[in-house]
């Protein structure tokens, strides 16, 4: 029963928000890969292939992947289908895999829909007067609570509360990392407990109808992967002009542009369209109807920040108008927005110009977009939401003490061991705490100068992720961090993996071999599902290649002779690189 499913969703949030409220007495910082929950399409190897890419980038966790089989349209879903077969699943996931205190990111693969329509859950003296009731995928993501509750909260158009103050200048008065527990008052003001709580969502790309290429979008998700901490020698441009579209904002130019000089980073405020013949493009606001890049003869840079306030660039049907937020991704940047359906040229609607200052002052894509939109209810963020050119990343190491040696990648492990994290500060913040994860998973925080114990018996035999992340004591919250590969041995269980062929045709198969010891049941995974298991201590599962999607696929395997983490061993795991043979 409809009523009954609304309930049961509602159920699974309060779940949620109170794991996130729990969480309250520890800082977790967001702008990492540990804090990002990637959802894939599995129907469709175009999202697939994309994911592969942003993983193997961004080095994520399998345990922070999740594939749901969605086969509805590529375009338009309900608000009630959204809610049920989208949303819900995501947050019961999140929950059941006890990452709630760390995901501050819900990212979307290609091939879900970038439009969700509500008019049938609106009261019909609302939905009488609302001429365009749909809202973006990821828009409606970041107001889950909303949706999940079933109000139409997300219509305020003052409803993202992580929305920066503006002072009389035009510019953001702060920059925040954005953390999943932070509360947010109605004026900005940040709350460790109370207040409204948000996750942050960006789609990585859009491949249908005027988006762009399977192609494309690993593109300029691998140009964004090399901006991070570059400082880039490039200009935000402010281009300005009669039309609405720029006049709505074009008020906030000079003293974003006087904010960005401050900050070291270039602009200029300009007339027109677009930047004309500028080579270094690391920024753009602008408003035009329709716009042609290739003419214009300027340049992105790699991380690049563009956006153009129209009322169609978040649609993507073939028949629609109006220039696509793809056409600045096709020219290299790292994010685009758009609005995915008529918002009327209302500024809440749209990010203020003050999205280069939140960037420029070290914040990733993703905080930059939500930090300059208060009503993101309508409008499409696409793009790598962990880029930061301007962040000042902290290096990290750790050493075992009492030898104090750096602990290397491959490194096997056995019984306690007493570690102790170091990093160096790039920027003038210090570093104040570091957290420590195994698999994916957040185990602890410590403070700068503590050791941390890691009592290997506790784990299974074989492989594991350990990763160290470094977080500096500025707003911002910049993450440093240091992922080691390591193995430990405690229980006498072995497990090895091989693939054959690598690399493999996509309409081949992949034969998967695994040899065990101490072990009755082998689990052979791939993008944090299961793709094959096997009976007995060795054995061999053959998989299309298909299913594994093109490019880099990291393979993995566990062995059991029980239930329990100690009765367990894990493979080292093997990449196999699935071609295209056309």
């Not at 405020?269 to 606001?285: A, C, E, N, Y």
């Not at 602990?407 to 056995?414: E, K, M, R, W, Y």
């Not at 239930?563 to 894990?570: K, W």
Request: proline residues 7%; hydrophobic residues 40%; glycine residues 12%.
């Amino acid at each position: 029963m409809p009523g009954e499913t609304r309930r049961n969703c509602r159920g699974w949030a309060i779940c949620f928000a109170l794991a996130l409220a729990c969480a309250g007495g520890a800082a977790h910082a967001g702008g990492g890969p540990e804090n990002v929950f990637l959802v894939v399409n599995s129907t469709s190897g175009g999202s697939i292939a994309v994911a592969n890419a942003y993983v193997r980038l961004r080095r994520l966790a399998p345990i922070n992947v999740f594939m749901i089989p969605w086969e509805g349209s590529s375009e338009a879903v309900s608000i009630g289908a959204f809610r049920d077969q989208i949303l819900t699943p995501i947050l019961k996931t999140i929950d059941a895999r006890r990452l709630s205190t760390q995901i501050d990111q819900i990212v979307y693969s290609t091939d879900f829909p970038w439009r969700v329509d509500f008019k049938d859950e609106l009261p019909p003296q609302i939905a009488a007067k609302d001429q365009y009731p749909s809202g973006s995928l990821t828009g409606m993501t970041v107001l889950y609570a909303n949706v999940i509750a079933g109000n139409y909260g997300y219509l305020d158009v003052a409803s993202n509360h992580y929305y920066r103050p503006i002072d009389g200048d035009g510019v953001p008065v702060t920059t925040f990392g954005f953390r999943n527990w932070y509360g947010w008052g109605r004026l900005g003001e940040l709350y460790e407990a109370g207040g409204t709580r948000y996750l942050l969502s960006t789609m990585l790309g859009v491949s249908m109808g005027r988006g762009n290429s399977i192609r494309e979008i690993i593109a300029y998700l691998d140009s964004a992967a090399t901006a991070d901490g570059s400082r880039p020698a490039g200009t935000v441009y402010l281009v300005q002009n009669g039309d609405v579209r720029s006049t709505t904002r074009s008020n906030a130019f000079p003293g974003v542009a006087r904010e960005l000089t401050k900050l070291g980073v270039g602009c200029e405020i300009v007339s027109g369209s677009l930047p004309v013949r500028k080579p270094d493009v690391i920024g753009v606001t602008t408003g035009v109807a329709d716009f042609d890049w290739s003419a214009s003869g300027s340049t992105i840079l790699p991380g690049a920040i563009c956006e153009n306030l129209t009322s169609y660039g978040g649609i993507f049907t073939a028949s629609s108008f109006q220039t696509p937020l793809s056409a600045f991704l096709r020219a290299g940047a790292a994010g685009s927005s758009g609005t995915v359906t008529e918002p009327f040229a209302l500024q809440p609607k749209f990010p203020h110009p003050g999205i280069h200052v939140h960037y420029a002052r070290g914040a990733s894509l993703a905080e930059a977009f939500y930090q300059s939109i208060q009503a993101p209810y309508q409008i499409l963020v696409v793009g790598d939401p962990l880029c930061q050119p301007w962040a000042r990343i902290p290096d990290v190491e750790v050493v075992t003490v009492p030898d104090m040696k750096p602990l290397t990648a491959g490194q096997s492990l056995s019984g306690e061991v007493l570690l102790e994290p170091r990093a160096v500060a790039t920027g003038p913040a210090a570093v104040d705490r570091f957290e420590v994860f195994v698999d994916g998973i957040r185990l602890a925080q410590y403070g700068s100068g503590e050791r941390f114990p890691l009592d290997t018996r506790l784990l299974a035999d074989g492989y594991h992720d350990l990763r160290v992340v470094a977080i500096e004591s500025s707003p911002v919250e910049t993450q440093g961090r240091v992922v080691l590969p390591i193995t430990t041995s405690n229980h006498g269980r072995e497990l090895v993996l091989s693939v054959d062929p690598n690399p493999v045709d996509l309409r081949g198969n992949v034969r998967i071999a695994a040899v065990g010891r101490g072990v009755d049941t082998i689990t052979v995974f791939a993008s944090g599902r299961v793709i094959g298991r096997i009976s007995g201590p060795d054995g061999e599962v053959e998989v299309p290649a298909a299913k594994l999607g093109l490019g880099t696929v990291t393979l993995m395997a566990i062995g059991r002779e029980g239930a329990g983490p100690t009765q367990a061993v894990n493979a080292i795991p093997v990449t196999v690189e699935v071609r295209s043979g056309q």
